[in-house]
């Protein structure tokens, strides 16, 4: 009996298979693209990403690893955990270059010296990292790929995840081979998140040399790294014109690090460009690049006075014009808008109208007022005008005039559409004099081709700042000149005034030779 069951079955199943071909899928099945876009996003890192990747069909799902805030301990403790924290950061560190190094030399058959074949060693899995502000699992604050590729479909995950983690702080990527595709798709998707204003794009050259878009003019990122992503001079030149040009400025980029690249002379010139006109900017890192002495003192020279360019002048007259006719524009609207004067106008009218119809009814009662006035009828219609409410009125247009005008101006000065408008600029031997940028905190040049020649010319910038702002701290440590030069034992004592690390200075050496 079971045999024949068995048979029957096996007759059955042909039929079937076909009827489901030509009746397509049932009600509840849905294509894979279409349940991707409807799927809601939760918040909760752990349940939407793999979620996510399910629905696009990915064989290999990244694990999630959310870590959650360390609890409160006792000072001591505190301290211990952050340096595992370190101890182990470093030895993941350690192994992943081990790796790529086996890596690397395995493809040029130079792993003889090594007696662990490679075949036994396995790649760390992909993992996204979460860190969490709290104990919530909605909560997350920071998401970083790290050593692992990131592919359309990741890419794509990422992009719809975004936008439901309403507390994203910060977004990290090291060597996780974005395409400026990618990279352009996030930076979309990033001003539409409400938090998000830090981005770490590090170990991560793309083909194309899409870094300036991420500090555009409407970029809303306050943070931005680009480490070791093989940027050059031309590369920089975007960067320098993103910064600002004299119509246009990054205004919200507060700190830009562009350590372990391949910026040159050039592309320092480049970016002492941006900064002429830039007053976001607060830290700047240009360490372990190629810059040598001629971008070193376009560098100091914007710290400094410096005079304007004839494009620079050209347009400061431009922005004059179009300041002063707004500001005309503005107070003959308020004029016009203002009901005092339209009723006081109105009432002017009606006043003289009265009069030339009413002259002899006028005259007795003038002179029952006061009789022995000697005025004529005429003097005493100048003098009601003058001392009347109708002169009230004018004195009260003055006014408003000047309070319209003083508005106008203290809103300018609050807004400080360029620094062109500056009204600090001097007239100096033929030339505008702009006071250099004083709103950089903070520039580390450390590890660089400087020599002992450009020295005085970060001297001088630094004497002329004064009281009024600059510079912080500068960092001009391994470069091409003796620690023990003159110029740069001044430079050192000028700085150890205003250099708020000064007094960690174990601290400060350990992140230089960082590159931070």
């Given at each position: 009996?079971?045999?024949?069951?068995?048979?029957?079955?096996?007759?059955?199943?042909?039929?079937?298979?076909?009827?489901?071909?030509?009746?397509?899928?049932?009600?509840?099945?849905?294509?894979?693209?279409?349940?991707?876009?409807?799927?809601?996003?939760?918040?909760?890192v752990k349940i939407d990403?793999?979620?996510?990747?399910?629905?696009?069909?990915?064989?290999?799902?990244?694990?999630?690893?959310?870590?959650?805030?360390?609890?409160?301990?006792?000072?001591?403790?505190?301290?211990?955990?952050?340096?595992?924290?370190?101890?182990?950061?470093?030895?993941?560190?350690?192994?992943k270059e081990k790796l790529?190094?086996?890596?690397?030399?395995?493809?040029?058959?130079?792993?003889?010296?090594?007696?662990?074949?490679?075949?036994?060693?396995?790649?760390?899995?992909?993992?996204?990292?979460?860190?969490?502000?709290?104990?919530?699992?909605?909560?997350?604050?920071?998401?970083?790929?790290?050593?692992?590729?990131?592919?359309?479909?990741?890419?794509?995950?990422?992009?719809?995840?975004?936008?439901?983690?309403?507390?994203?702080?910060?977004l990290q990527f090291w060597?996780?081979?974005?395409?400026?595709?990618?990279?352009?798709?996030?930076?979309?998707?990033?001003?539409?998140?409400?938090?998000?204003?830090?981005?770490?794009?590090?170990?991560?050259?793309?083909?194309?040399?899409?870094?300036?878009?991420?500090?555009?003019?409407?970029?809303?990122?306050?943070?931005?790294?680009?480490?070791?992503?093989?940027?050059?001079?031309?590369?920089?030149?975007?960067?320098?014109?993103?910064?600002?040009?004299?119509?246009?400025?990054?205004?919200?980029?507060?700190?830009?690090?562009?350590?372990?690249?391949?910026?040159?002379?050039?592309?320092?010139?480049?970016?002492?460009?941006?900064?002429?006109?830039?007053?976001?900017?607060?830290?700047?890192?240009?360490?372990?690049?190629?810059?040598?002495?001629?971008?070193?003192?376009?560098?100091?020279?914007?710290?400094?006075?410096?005079?304007?360019?004839?494009?620079?002048?050209?347009?400061?007259?431009?922005?004059?014009?179009?300041?002063?006719?707004?500001?005309?524009?503005?107070?003959?609207?308020?004029?016009?808008?203002?009901?005092?004067?339209?009723?006081?106008?109105?009432?002017?009218?009606?006043?003289?109208?009265?009069?030339?119809?009413?002259?002899?009814?006028?005259?007795?009662?003038?002179?029952?007022?006061?009789?022995?006035?000697?005025?004529?009828?005429?003097?005493?219609?100048?003098?009601?005008?003058?001392?009347?409410?109708?002169?009230?009125?004018?004195?009260?247009?003055?006014?408003?005039?000047?309070?319209?005008?003083?508005?106008?101006?203290?809103?300018?000065?609050?807004?400080?559409?360029?620094?062109?408008?500056?009204?600090?600029?001097?007239?100096?031997?033929?030339?505008?004099?702009?006071?250099?940028?004083?709103?950089?905190?903070?520039?580390?040049?450390?590890?660089?081709?400087?020599?002992?020649?450009?020295?005085?010319?970060?001297?001088?910038?630094?004497?002329?700042?004064?009281?009024?702002?600059?510079?912080?701290?500068?960092?001009?440590?391994?470069?091409?000149?003796?620690?023990?030069?003159?110029?740069?034992?001044?430079?050192?004592?000028?700085?150890?005034?205003?250099?708020?690390?000064?007094?960690?200075?174990?601290?400060?050496?350990?992140?230089?030779?960082?590159?931070?």
């Amino acid at each position: 009996m079971s045999r024949k069951r068995q048979k029957e079955k096996a007759d059955k199943a042909p039929v079937e298979d076909e009827a489901s071909k030509n009746a397509g899928p049932t009600p509840n099945e849905k294509m894979p693209a279409q349940t991707f876009d409807e799927y809601q996003c939760s918040g909760n890192v752990k349940i939407d990403f793999p979620g996510l990747c399910a629905l696009l069909k990915m064989k290999n799902i990244p694990t999630v690893s959310a870590k959650q805030p360390a609890t409160t301990a006792t000072e001591g403790g505190g301290r211990e955990t952050e340096a595992k924290k370190k101890w182990s950061y470093l030895r993941d560190r350690l192994r992943k270059e081990k790796l790529l190094l086996l890596q690397k030399n395995s493809k040029s058959g130079a792993t003889a010296g090594y007696r662990t074949p490679l075949s036994n060693l396995s790649a760390p899995k992909p993992c996204l990292q979460v860190e969490l502000e709290n104990e919530d699992p909605h909560s997350a604050k920071k998401l970083k790929v790290s050593g692992w590729r990131v592919n359309e479909q990741i890419a794509r995950v990422l992009q719809k995840m975004l936008l439901s983690l309403s507390k994203l702080q910060s977004l990290q990527f090291w060597q996780a081979r974005l395409t400026d595709r990618m990279v352009i798709s996030l930076i979309n998707t990033i001003s539409l998140c409400s938090n998000l204003r830090a981005v770490t794009l590090e170990g991560n050259p793309l083909p194309e040399r899409s870094y300036h878009l991420l500090l555009s003019e409407d970029s809303v990122l306050t943070h931005l790294s680009l480490r070791n992503n093989r940027i050059g001079d031309e590369d920089a030149r975007l960067i320098g014109l993103a910064l600002s040009t004299t119509r246009s400025a990054n205004k919200n980029l507060l700190s830009l690090n562009l350590a372990f690249n391949f910026i040159g002379d050039a592309g320092a010139t480049h970016i002492a460009q941006g900064l002429r006109l830039n007053r976001a900017l607060l830290f700047l890192s240009l360490s372990n690049n190629q810059i040598g002495d001629s971008g070193a003192a376009h560098l100091a020279e914007i710290l400094g006075e410096f005079a304007l360019t004839h494009e620079e002048v050209v347009e400061r007259r431009k922005m004059l014009l179009e300041s002063s006719q707004s500001s005309s524009f503005k107070v003959d609207s308020d004029q016009l808008a203002d009901p005092s004067v339209v009723s006081s106008t109105t009432l002017s009218i009606s006043k003289y109208k009265k009069k030339d119809t009413t002259k002899k009814d006028e005259k007795p009662a003038a002179h029952k007022e006061n009789p022995k006035s000697n005025k004529k009828p005429s003097d005493i219609k100048v003098s009601q005008n003058k001392g009347g409410k109708q002169g009230g009125k004018e004195k009260q247009l003055s006014a408003q005039e000047d309070k319209s005008s003083t508005d106008l101006n203290e809103g300018e000065s609050l807004e400080k559409v360029s620094p062109l408008l500056d009204q600090s600029v001097q007239h100096r031997d033929g030339d505008l004099i702009l006071p250099g940028n004083r709103t950089l905190t903070s520039l580390n040049l450390a590890g660089n081709r400087i020599t002992e020649k450009s020295l005085p010319l970060f001297l001088t910038s630094l004497k002329m700042q004064g009281e009024g702002g600059g510079l912080l701290r500068l960092c001009l440590q391994r470069n091409r000149f003796p620690p023990d030069c003159e110029c740069y034992v001044k430079i050192k004592q000028l700085m150890a005034l205003t250099d708020p690390l000064e007094k960690n200075s174990s601290e400060q050496t350990e992140e230089e030779e960082q590159g931070a």
